[in-house]
Nanobody
Framework: QVQLIESGGGLVQAGGSLRLSCAAS????????MSWFRQAPGKEREFVAG????????DYADSVKGRFTISRDNTKNTVYLQMNSLKPEDTAVYYC???????????????????WGQGTQVTVSS
């Protein structure tokens, strides 16, 4: 089992920055893929950014390219999402997601992941 706990959300003005953290515990050595998703009120959960744990591949949603950066600290088993130039439309609950098995995957598909955090709220004011 793997537990994912997000932190770092909050209220920020448009143009500002936030860094989200996702601390992983448990059988983290089994992880193959880690990603961030977000869900705004009344909308479906959508992919934001992700990478393969081997480090060979990274992907971003078009809406955040050039503004958000996903990274990790292996020593802390923590994944980060650095969010710059925030916009009001970035307001959402942000979720960390993990996959602990191999095979074919699609970053943006919810069914790719078998572990989810509880989410952290990000609110961007105009």
């Amino acid at each position: 089992q793997v537990q994912l706990i997000e932190s770092g959300g909050g209220l920020v003005q448009a143009g500002g920055s936030l860094r989200l953290s996702c601390a992983a515990s448990g059988r983290t050595s089994s992880m193959s893929l880690m990603s961030w998703f977000r869900q705004a009120p009344g909308k479906e959960r959508e992919f934001v950014a992700g990478f393969t744990w081997s480090g060979g591949d990274t992907d971003y949603a078009d809406s955040v390219k050039g503004r958000f950066t996903i990274s990790r600290d292996n020593t802390k088993n923590t994944v980060y999402l650095q969010m710059n130039s925030l916009k009001p439309e970035d307001t959402a609950v942000y979720y960390c997601a993990g996959r602990s098995y191999g095979g074919i995957y699609a970053y943006a598909s919810l069914t790719t992941y078998n572990y989810w955090g509880q989410g952290t709220q990000v609110t961007v004011s105009s």
